[in-house]
C-alpha cells in the first residue's frame, strides 16, 4: 500500500510539473473532464461532427459551415498538437497522445479560451513522448481530417494547411528563444521528421509543412499561406484579412 501510494504521489508531482512548464510556456491552461465526454474519436460518427461543428459555428457567430469548419481546426490544432510537441522537445513526462482522450467539449462561457481537455483516462498513460510517437501522432490526423472535411465541406488540403501553419509559428517562436542544446537538437529533429514525410502520407499532392516552410515573407515577417482560413468572415475580424492570407499578395497586386 506504502509503495502504492508513493508511486502515485511521484507521478502527481511529475504531472503537475509538466502541467506547469506548459501553463507557463504555452499559455495553456489543462484540465481533465469525466470520460463520458466528446472526444477527437467520436468526429468520426457523421452526426456527432455536424453537431460538434454546427455547435462551434454558433459559438463564433461564423456565417457558414465551412467557416467554422476552418476556424475549428485552426483552435483545436493548438491544443491537439503543440504540448505534445513541447513535451517531447522538452523531455517532459506527459500524457500519451490518445484521440479517445482529446475532449472537444466547450464550456457555456468559452470565448476562445486555450484549454487543452484530457479524459480521466489519460491519467493511466503517462511517459516522455518519443520521436516515433510524433510521427504516429501526425499520421493519426488524416482520417480525422478527411471526416471534419467531409462533414464540414471544406477542402482536406485546407485543414491540413491549417495544423501546419500552427505548428510551423511554434517552432518559429521557439527559435527565438534561448533554449537548451538538448532541447534545440530534438526540436530539429521532429523538424526534420516533418520535412521527410511524402505528401503521400498526408493524402496530398505537397507536403504541407515544407510548401509553408518554403514561403517566408520578409516583409510580412511570416510564412504565407496558399488557402484562405476564412477568418476575415468574422465579425470580430471586421474584413481584416490575416497577414499570412494569400488574398493580401493579390490586393497589393491589384493595388
Not at 510556456?25 to 469525466?34: A, G, M, T, V
Not at 475532449?103 to 518519443?130: G, K
Not at 510580412?220 to 476564412?230: A, G, L
Request: contains cysteine.
Amino acid at each position: 500500500m506504502t509503495a502504492n501510494m508513493n508511486m502515485h504521489r511521484h507521478f502527481q508531482a511529475e504531472l503537475e510539473t509538466s502541467v506547469s512548464v506548459l501553463q507557463q510556456q504555452l499559455k495553456l491552461e489543462i484540465c481533465y473532464i469525466p470520460v463520458n465526454t466528446t472526444t477527437l474519436v467520436d468526429l468520426l460518427d457523421d452526426a456527432i461532427c455536424k453537431d460538434i461543428l454546427q455547435d462551434f459555428a454558433m459559438r463564433i457567430q461564423a456565417k457558414n459551415l465551412k467557416c467554422a469548419t476552418s476556424l475549428f481546426i485552426k483552435y483545436w490544432s493548438t491544443h491537439w498538437i503543440l504540448p505534445f510537441l513541447y513535451c517531447q522537445a522538452a523531455s517532459l513526462p506527459f500524457v500519451k497522445w490518445e484521440s479517445s482522450a482529446l475532449a472537444v467539449e466547450l464550456a457555456q462561457t468559452w470565448y476562445w479560451d486555450r484549454t487543452l481537455q484530457l479524459t480521466d483516462t489519460t491519467a493511466f498513460a503517462f511517459n516522455v513522448m518519443s520521436l516515433q510517437d510524433i510521427d504516429i501522432m501526425f499520421e493519426q490526423f488524416n482520417v480525422f481530417f478527411l471526416q471534419i472535411s467531409k462533414i464540414g465541406r471544406i477542402p482536406y488540403v485546407l485543414l491540413w494547411e491549417n495544423a501546419a501553419v500552427r505548428v510551423v509559428q511554434f517552432y518559429h517562436s521557439l527559435a527565438q528563444q534561448n533554449l537548451s542544446e538538448d532541447m534545440h537538437v530534438r526540436l530539429v529533429k521532429q523538424q526534420e521528421l516533418l520535412k521527410a514525410k511524402s505528401a503521400q502520407s498526408f493524402n496530398l499532392l505537397e507536403n504541407p509543412f515544407v510548401r509553408l516552410w518554403n514561403n517566408w515573407h520578409p516583409e510580412f515577417k511570416t510564412y504565407m499561406r496558399k488557402k484562405c482560413c476564412f477568418y476575415f468572415q468574422l465579425e470580430e475580424a471586421g474584413q481584416v484579412l490575416c497577414r499570412n492570407c494569400p488574398l493580401q499578395q493579390k490586393y497589393i497586386k491589384r493595388d
